[in-house]
């Protein structure tokens, strides 16, 4: 199994964008992406950390439905 790279929410924000989420608000440090997509609305909050913790990266990965591998192709 491929290994979860270590990446900051600016990057998460900047691989979000190319994936069709817009950055909608900002609260404090947590960033909330938006992408409507098929009549409904997803959304994704991530933390403008420095590095963020590999569960979060991994939450983030399971609400896309995507892989590790997919994850770095867009880094």
């Not at 964008?17 to 991530?46: C, D, P, W």
């Not at 990965?61 to 867009?74: G, H, N, R």
């Amino acid at each position: 199994m491929a290994r979860l790279p270590q990446i900051s929410g600016k990057d998460m924000g900047r691989v979000l964008t190319r994936l069709g989420f817009y950055l909608n608000s900002q609260k404090g440090s947590h960033m909330k992406f938006v992408r409507e997509r098929e009549a409904r609305r997803e959304i994704i909050i991530i933390p403008n950390h420095a590095v963020l913790r590999k569960g979060t990266i991994d939450g983030i990965l399971k609400k896309l439905t995507m892989e590790i591998a997919e994850l770095k192709k867009f880094l």
